[in-house]
C-alpha cells in the first residue's frame, strides 16, 4: 500500500516537488533509524512501550522548514505508581528549497515519574 501511495505522490505532484519532500519526511520510516536506537538506548535498562499520540508539526520559515515527529511512551509496569512515562520528539532542520537536511535534534521534553518509584530508580530514568 505504501508504494501504491508513493507512486500516486511522485506520479501528481513530482519526485522533486517541495510537498512530496515533506511527505516523505512525515513518514515514519524516515526516522525509524533513530527510534531503534533510542529504544536499544533505554529500552535495555527500562523497557517502555508506545502510549499512543503520535504528532507530525510542520514549521515554515523564510530560511528553512522544520518537521518534528513527537511520540508518547510509557514504562511497562503493572503498579501504575511505578511507571514513568515520556515524549521524545526528533526534529529535522531542512534548508528552504527542503534539498539538505542543516539539523537533527533528538530531544526527551516531557518525563514524569510516579510517586511509588523508589530514589534509585529515578536516578537512573534521569
Same mark, same amino acid.
Given at each position: 500500500?505504501?508504494?501504491?501511495? /508513493? +507512486? @500516486?505522490?511522485? &506520479? ?9 519532500? $515533506? ?11 533513530? $527510534?531503534?536506537?533510542? &529504544? ?7 523497557? !517502555?512501550? #508506545?502510549?499512543?499520540?503520535?504528532? $507530525? ?10 518537521? &518534528? =515527529?513527537?511520540? +508518547?511512551?510509557?514504562?511497562? /509496569?503493572? +503498579?501504575?505508581?511505578?511507571? !514513568?512515562? !515520556? ?5 529535522? /532542520?531542512? #534548508? =528552504?528549497?527542503? #534539498?539538505?537536511?542543516?539539523?537533527? @535534534?533528538?530531544? $526527551? ?5 510516579? /510517586? ?9 530514568? +534521569?
Amino acid at each position: 500500500m505504501a508504494r501504491e501511495i /508513493s +507512486n @500516486l505522490v511522485n &506520479t501528481f505532484l513530482g519526485k522533486e516537488s517541495k510537498i512530496t519532500k $515533506v511527505l516523505k519526511a512525515c513518514n515514519q520510516a524516515i526516522i525509524a533509524p533513530a $527510534v531503534i536506537e533510542l &529504544t536499544m538506548k533505554i529500552c535495555a535498562k527500562l523497557p !517502555f512501550r #508506545d502510549a499512543g499520540g503520535w504528532r $507530525v508539526t510542520i514549521n515554515k520559515t523564510p530560511e528553512s522548514v522544520e518537521i &518534528t =515527529h513527537c511520540k +508518547n511512551q510509557k514504562q511497562r /509496569s503493572p +503498579n501504575k505508581e511505578e511507571e !514513568f512515562s !515520556f515524549t521524545w520528539s526528533l526534529t529535522m /532542520s531542512f #534548508d =528552504h528549497s527542503l #534539498d539538505s537536511i542543516t539539523n537533527i @535534534l533528538l530531544q $526527551v521534553p516531557a518525563l514524569e515519574i510516579g /510517586s511509588a518509584v523508589e530514589q534509585a530508580k529515578k536516578d537512573e530514568i +534521569n
